[in-house]
Structure formats: structure tokens, C-alpha cells
């Protein structure tokens, strides 16, 4: 992100609470869209290679990285194409 949007978070986040609301129920996914990407670094891949990998076109990988309505077996693809594992912990709030 660039500096004026990181600026305009921290300020919204401060001073409007609908806005601070939003962004922390989408805390989940933006854990998983985080991870996601994270592997696929740490795993020297583009989205196009990875892409690839699943027989899937790249948009398809981005999709998928938004973390949004991402099913288990799509994950376990996913992180098979990695050479990673799912792992999922459930916590007390």
C-alpha cells in the first residue's frame, strides 16, 4: 500500500468506527489471504506459475488469494501446489 492509503487507514481506523468495525470482521480473511501469499512467496512462485501448477488462469489464483469464500479443498490444493500442508487452529475469542 502506499503511504497515503496507510495514512488514510490509521486515521479512519482511529476516527470512525463503522469504518474500524468493517475492517476488523474481515480480520479472517485477510489472515488467510496473508498466509496464502506469504507461501506462495516463501515458495519462489509467481501467481502465473502458480497458476500453472493448479490448472487454473492466474485471476483464478488472485481469487483465490483474496481469501474470500475459499473453500478447504481449494486451500489443500493450493498448498499441495506449494509443497505446503493446511493447518488450521481454532482459538477462544
Known amino acids: 500500500m502506499g ?6 487507514h490509521d486515521k479512519w481506523m482511529r476516527e ?5 468495525e468493517a475492517y476488523e470482521a474481515m480480520g479472517p480473511e485477510f489472515a488467510v489471504a496473508g498466509a496464502l501469499i506469504k507461501a506462495r512467496a516463501e515458495a519462489g512462485m509467481t501467481q502465473a506459475e502458480l497458476a500453472v501448477a493448479l490448472g487454473v488462469k492466474q485471476p483464478a489464483v488472485a481469487r483465490i488469494e483474496a481469501g474470500k469464500n475459499v473453500s478447504l479443498k481449494t486451500l489443500e490444493k493450493y498448498a ?10 481454532l482459538v477462544h475469542a
Open 3 to 8: 503511504k497515503r492509503i496507510l495514512d488514510d
Open 16 to 20: 470512525d468506527a463503522a469504518y474500524r
Open 80 to 89: 499441495k501446489a506449494l509443497g505446503c500442508r493446511v493447518k488450521i487452529d
